[in-house]
């Protein structure tokens, strides 16, 4: 009964009948309602039926399977599967493109492409066009100071990633752009919780640009190193700029899709635990991502390939070279002294791996006042962090191979994932 009302404006009288459905669980919102939950469940029936009262499911489940019925001043909406399908979807798709660069950059293949056409470029296809690519990256300091006994057949595997790395872009350009198309065509694209009309344009100009800003990358590790101990390769800052973005639309991306499948909000202004856990969560959500952005320096140093003792550094509490003084200016050691990069990135771990775990305790120790779904995305998330942080050890102590330096890589995008679900399930009315 009460799962048949969902999104419909119902009579007060149905107000009683989920009153009676077990109901463990009421959201209100509205200050009106705040005085009337703090007395418990007493609903009172003449508040209820001077109101527009909405009932409807929580998490796209049935209100009788959680035995909960939320209550809201808000209109409720219908969630639109479609368009979830299509975000989450393209969403999915931008994880596959950084696992793709990081793949890319493992295996030194991101230099090999040495210009850029925004519309994309076919594969070499006869030994000639081969011949020039070639050519072309033989003038590049990558070839001269690190490649050189590479042959046309080795030269071919790092062009073919690199290559399917661009296309993969352009080929998320189409499947964003032309389901947006035909929503737009349909009028689908409408005012609702999720504020596409705002979002898209948004989501769009950050997936335009990443391209921009990948190219913007590549150039860096054209050019002739200026340090010349140093092999040439991307400025790490570049690097980090390029993963920030592909994190942030991935995030924008996840977001919006989470919004137009789960649209309604919590009423939790009357209960305690969902501001509290959601300040943890976003905490948490912070550090994932500010643990990330030092991975990237890692990353883009080559850190990973120093230091490949654990807990120690080369059998010391502190890398050696943590600081260097005629690094100037001295906020750079910061970003790209191989000690302080990695010390900094495993640090941050160790923080932010107890502060997702404690958020899953407070969690676990509210249950009754947390929607279930933030209760079980709290305790994934302390898993998967706890399996990255395993997989971060190994991936420095076995030095860096391709396929851990990528399972890392990816590691970090689930422990991201679940972050935003985990807040997106603790979003409430205020
Ligand atoms: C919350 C836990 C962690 C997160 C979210 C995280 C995230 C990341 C990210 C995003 C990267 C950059 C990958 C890339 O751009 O290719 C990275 C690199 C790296 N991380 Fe972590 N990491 C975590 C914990 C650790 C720990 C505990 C260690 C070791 C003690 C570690 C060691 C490394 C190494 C060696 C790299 C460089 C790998 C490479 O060159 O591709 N990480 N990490």
Redesign the pocket.
């Known amino acids: 009964m009460l799962a048949r009302s969902l999104g419909h404006r119902v009579p007060a009288r149905s107000a009683r009948l989920a009153r009676f459905s077990s109901a463990r669980r009421v959201f209100l919102r509205g200050n009106s309602r705040n005085a009337l939950v703090s007395r418990g469940l007493g609903l009172s029936e003449s508040t209820v039926s001077n109101q527009s009262i909405f009932i409807f499911s929580r998490s796209g489940r049935t209100a009788q399977r959680f035995g909960t019925a939320t209550f809201t001043g808000e209109v409720a909406h219908k969630s639109d599967k479609q368009i979830a399908a299509w975000l989450l979807g393209t969403a999915g798709a931008v994880f596959g493109m950084?696992v793709l660069?990081?793949v890319t950059?493992?295996t030194r293949s991101g230099l090999s492409m040495v210009d850029w056409r925004p519309e994309g470029s076919m594969l070499p296809r006869t030994d000639e066009e081969w011949r020039v690519e070639f050519e072309k990256y033989k003038r590049f300091p990558e070839f001269k100071r690190i490649n050189q006994s590479m042959d046309i057949e080795e030269f071919k595997f790092i062009y073919f990633l690199e290559w399917a790395h661009r296309m993969w872009g352009r080929a998320l350009g189409v499947i964003f752009a032309v389901p947006l198309a035909g929503f737009l065509l349909k009028g689908r694209i409408k005012k609702t919780p999720a504020k596409l009309p705002t979002r898209l344009p948004l989501l769009l100009l950050m997936g335009g640009s990443q391209g921009l800003v990948g190219w913007w990358m590549v150039k860096s590790g054209l050019e002739e190193p200026k340090d010349k101990r140093k092999d040439p390769r991307v400025s790490p800052y570049r690097?980090a700029a390029h993963?920030t973005m592909a994190v942030g639309l991935y995030s924008g991306l996840l977001w919006t899709g989470f919004t137009c499948m789960h649209p309604n909000r919590l009423a939790a202004n009357a209960f305690s635990s969902v501001p509290r856990v959601r300040m943890f969560a976003t905490s948490a959500l912070g550090?994932?991502g500010t643990?990330?952005?030092?991975?990237?320096f890692?990353?883009?140093n080559?850190?990973?390939?120093a230091y490949n003792d654990?807990?120690f550094y080369a059998g010391r509490m502190i890398p050696e070279d943590v600081w260097d003084p005629d690094l100037k200016p001295q906020w750079r050691n910061y970003f790209e002294t191989t000690g302080t990069v990695?010390f900094d990135?495993?640090n941050?771990?160790?923080i932010?791996?107890p502060l997702?775990w404690g958020t899953y305790a407070l969690a676990r120790k509210n249950p009754a006042t947390l929607p279930p779904a933030a209760v079980s995305a709290s305790g994934i998330m302390a898993g998967f962090?706890a399996a990255?942080?395993?997989?971060?050890?190994t991936?420095?102590?076995s030095n860096?191979p391709v396929w851990?330096?990528?399972a890392?890589?990816a590691?970090?995008?689930t422990?991201?994932t679940s972050g935003i679900y985990l807040l997106h399930t603790l979003r409430y009315v205020r």
Request: aromatic share 6%; glycine share 16%.
């Open positions: 950084v660069g990081g950059r493992l690097l993963l550090l994932v643990t990330m952005l030092s991975g990237a890692v990353a883009g080559d850190a990973g390939h654990w807990p990695q990135h495993r941050l771990a160790y932010t791996a997702v962090v990255q942080v395993g997989l971060g050890i991936t420095l102590m860096v851990l330096g990528s890392h890589q590691g970090a995008l422990v991201y």
